[in-house]
Nanobody
Framework: EVQLVESGGGLVQAGGSLRLSCAAFGFTVDDYAIGWVRQAPGKEREGISCISSIDGNTHYADSVKGRFTISSDNAKNTVYLQMAGLKPEDTAVYYC????????????????WGQGTQVTVSA
């Protein structure tokens, strides 16, 4: 059974940093594209980053480029999202998600989803 478990969310002040983790179970992350998707209250889901370990590709949405970094630890079967320079508009539930294939562009239509972790950035 494919399962994704996020952790690392919380409350942080503007300008601060957080690292989200996505532990994968039932599959190997280097065989899949893993993405981070967020959903703010009253807004649609936004794909913000993805990674495919097999080809080393990473991609970012313009809204987070230069502030967020996605990485993968295949030995731990875990993908991370390091977030820096956080802004109040980054407040959202953050999901990790997976699909077979390669990371091309961040999107919000993956096959497998975690339960989400809340990130709140105070002004």
């Amino acid at each position: 059974e494919v399962q994704l478990v996020e952790s690392g969310g919380g409350l942080v002040q503007a300008g601060g940093s957080l690292r989200l983790s996505c532990a994968a179970f039932g599959f190997t992350v280097d065989d899949y594209a893993i993405g981070w998707v967020r959903q703010a209250p009253g807004k649609e889901r936004e794909g913000i980053s993805c990674i495919s370990s097999i080809d080393g590709n990473t991609h970012y949405a313009d809204s987070v480029k230069g502030r967020f970094t996605i990485s993968s630890d295949n030995a731990k079967n875990t993908v991370y999202l390091q977030m820096a320079g956080l802004k109040p508009e980054d407040t959202a539930v953050y999901y990790c998600a997976a699909e077979r294939g390669l990371c091309r562009i961040p999107h919000a239509y993956y096959d497998y989803w975690g339960q989400g972790t809340q990130v709140t950035v105070s002004a």
